[in-house]
């Protein structure tokens, strides 16, 4: 049987972690998995889970790859038998917490270079091939944050966006190549993603005024209250890569949750916008304190 050559970005941990390990120890023994790190000493994770799962011989191979330095992407690439590739997971991504006006240029610039211009390195890195073939799988690791604006997350969510608006315009060009991309929208997952978070030199508030803060603390309550309630564990969000890379005729994009999916719906409803800012604005700041203090935690909307 021949196995299908998979490589996925961000692998020291989180979702591109237990994918690897997933995809290496899969069952059919169908998949041969690249998986990526930036930093190659942070590979321990993965020797123990290829130890703990028996993950037999062969079938998974380390590499570094810097999505965001080109001679990183094309040594990779020259290693996986001349960019050869049946499924590409763009994976690699990070965060960044706070008001826009807290944020440094840099911190900006290197969200956006790993998250957008490291998707798209490695697209240009792999898709010739692909196109060539006529063959091939590209997974996307999207979010909510790329559906719908989050506040205190603009920078990320334009990162998130930018995804959006790069896939659906490949995938409209792909068909004819039969190669297919898609999105695999998470909600808040259980990684360490949340303490990797760019903070400025001032912490994630900077030099931001009253109100700001004031808005800052509601917001992190929000989000605690969020996670207790729909953090979903990487071992499950990776399940949905794994339908999306079986489907026979992938769709553009596919929800580890539903649970956004109606403040998803609100928004596209409303070209206008501003039925889903009120309604984001609610759902995140207009909790009155005191309930806030005695809330039980369930039946809220939105993340
Ligand atoms: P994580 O921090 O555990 O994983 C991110 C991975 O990206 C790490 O392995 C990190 O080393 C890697 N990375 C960062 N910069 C890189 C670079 N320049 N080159 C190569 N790799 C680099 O967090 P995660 O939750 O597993 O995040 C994976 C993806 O999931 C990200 O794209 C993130 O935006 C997305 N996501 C996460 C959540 C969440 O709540 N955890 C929600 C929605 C989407």
Same mark, same amino acid.
Not at 87 to 105: Q, R, T
Not at 257 to 277: C, H, K, M, N, W
């Given at each position: 049987m021949e196995r299908k050559v998979v490589l996925i970005t *961000?692998? +020291? +941990? *989180?979702i591109g972690l237990h994918l690897a390990l997933r995809l290496a120890s899969?069952? +059919?023994?169908s998949f041969k998995v690249y998986a990526t790190l930036r930093d190659l000493e942070s590979q321990g994770p993965l020797w123990e889970g290829v130890r703990a799962r028996g993950c037999?011989? *062969?079938?998974l191979e380390i590499l570094q790859l810097d999505v965001t330095d080109s001679s990183s992407v094309a040594a990779a690439r020259d290693h996986v038998t001349e960019g050869h590739m049946d499924i590409l997971v763009c994976n690699a991504g990070h965060g960044l917490l706070g008001p826009?006006?807290?944020?440094s240029i840099e911190a900006v610039g290197s969200v956006l270079d790993v998250n957008v211009m490291g998707t798209i390195r490695m697209l240009q890195a792999f898709l010739p091939d692909m196109k060539r073939r006529r063959a091939g799988r590209v997974l996307v690791t999207g979010s909510v944050g790329g559906l719908m604006g989050l506040p205190f997350n603009a920078v990320y969510c334009a990162s998130k966006f930018a995804l959006e608006g790069l896939c659906e315009s490949l995938a409209i060009l792909l068909q004819p190549f039969g190669v297919h991309i898609s999105l695999i929208e998470c909600g808040p997952?259980?990684?360490a993603f949340q303490e990797k978070l760019e903070r400025g030199p001032g912490g994630?508030? *900077?030099?931001?005024d009253l109100e700001t803060r004031a808005l800052f603390s509601r917001y992190q309550r929000h989000c605690e209250r969020l996670f207790w309630e729909a953090a979903q564990d990487p071992e499950d969000v990776v399940e949905v890569f794994v339908q999306a890379l079986r489907a026979p005729c992938p769709v553009l994009r596919y929800f580890s949750t539903e649970r956004f999916l109606p403040l998803a719906r609100l928004r596209i409803s409303d070209p206008g916008g501003s039925q889903y800012v009120d309604a984001m604005y609610r759902t995140v700041f207009s909790e009155p304190e005191e309930e806030e203090a005695s809330r039980e935690y369930g039946g809220t909307e939105g993340p």
């Amino acid at each position: 049987m021949e196995r299908k050559v998979v490589l996925i970005t *961000g692998c +020291s +941990s *989180g979702i591109g972690l237990h994918l690897a390990l997933r995809l290496a120890s899969d069952p +059919s023994g169908s998949f041969k998995v690249y998986a990526t790190l930036r930093d190659l000493e942070s590979q321990g994770p993965l020797w123990e889970g290829v130890r703990a799962r028996g993950c037999p011989p *062969g079938s998974l191979e380390i590499l570094q790859l810097d999505v965001t330095d080109s001679s990183s992407v094309a040594a990779a690439r020259d290693h996986v038998t001349e960019g050869h590739m049946d499924i590409l997971v763009c994976n690699a991504g990070h965060g960044l917490l706070g008001p826009l006006e807290a944020h440094s240029i840099e911190a900006v610039g290197s969200v956006l270079d790993v998250n957008v211009m490291g998707t798209i390195r490695m697209l240009q890195a792999f898709l010739p091939d692909m196109k060539r073939r006529r063959a091939g799988r590209v997974l996307v690791t999207g979010s909510v944050g790329g559906l719908m604006g989050l506040p205190f997350n603009a920078v990320y969510c334009a990162s998130k966006f930018a995804l959006e608006g790069l896939c659906e315009s490949l995938a409209i060009l792909l068909q004819p190549f039969g190669v297919h991309i898609s999105l695999i929208e998470c909600g808040p997952v259980r990684t360490a993603f949340q303490e990797k978070l760019e903070r400025g030199p001032g912490g994630v508030l *900077g030099s931001a005024d009253l109100e700001t803060r004031a808005l800052f603390s509601r917001y992190q309550r929000h989000c605690e209250r969020l996670f207790w309630e729909a953090a979903q564990d990487p071992e499950d969000v990776v399940e949905v890569f794994v339908q999306a890379l079986r489907a026979p005729c992938p769709v553009l994009r596919y929800f580890s949750t539903e649970r956004f999916l109606p403040l998803a719906r609100l928004r596209i409803s409303d070209p206008g916008g501003s039925q889903y800012v009120d309604a984001m604005y609610r759902t995140v700041f207009s909790e009155p304190e005191e309930e806030e203090a005695s809330r039980e935690y369930g039946g809220t909307e939105g993340p």
